[in-house]
């Protein structure tokens, strides 16, 4: 199978921190796969890496086979968008115009609209209130935008991080549903980052566990979701 994404030997510093130490994992094309760990794991580092946001001390990444380099807009130009942690709205923008910055990208005015459909499709609460001011909306209705934002790029890979976080439990669960939906509707490659392992293994056909900026188990969701290690250090089982 071929991969969407391939992460081999990252090493990511900041100053004398060490935030990933040797983190390889692949995400194959169309798969739903959940990166899970607790807070200062270096989830949002492996994210932000692939964005080209970060530079890496070592090892490579690669989307769609080509190499990615830590140079603004090319992440993007290989076709990955990311939901970021805590949103990152334009709060006094409206809904609809906080997606469209998300399409700034797209030069094809077409796809764009039909993308604004599906969006509003997937989140009619976004329809209902598209131009109300973003910073307006609920913690769920937010995180609602930003996934709408992310998903207006019309990426191939597509980043959540930690979509749960500060989240209702029934808003939860509903995102989790959409997630699947535009994985298979779209056949977008998702990753999503959560310290909610049991939300994201439970959505993920595969699952990687990163302590302390290493990968320290990987396998199918299920399997994680099953494991004891799992239930002790995540779900409090
Ligand atoms: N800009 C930064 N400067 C210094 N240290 C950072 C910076 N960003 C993150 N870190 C540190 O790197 C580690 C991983 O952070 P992060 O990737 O945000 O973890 P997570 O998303 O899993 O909570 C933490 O120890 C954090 O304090
Ligand atoms: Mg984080």
Redesign the pocket.
Known sequence: MSSDLSINGLSVN??P?E?LYDVSFDVPRGQIAALV?S????????LKTICGLVAPSGGEIRVGGEIVTPRPGDALKLGVAMSP?GRRLFPRLSVEENLLMGAYTVSDGAASRDMLSRVFGYFPRLKERRRQMAGSLSGGEQQMAAIGRALMAQPKLLLLDEPSLGIAPIIVAELGKIITEINRDLGMTVLL?EQNANMALSLAETGIV?ET?RVTMSGSGRELLASPEIRAAYLGI
């Open positions: 900041y100053g921190v935030a760990g807070n200062g794991a270096g989830k949002s580092t492996v942690e980052v990163l900026g």
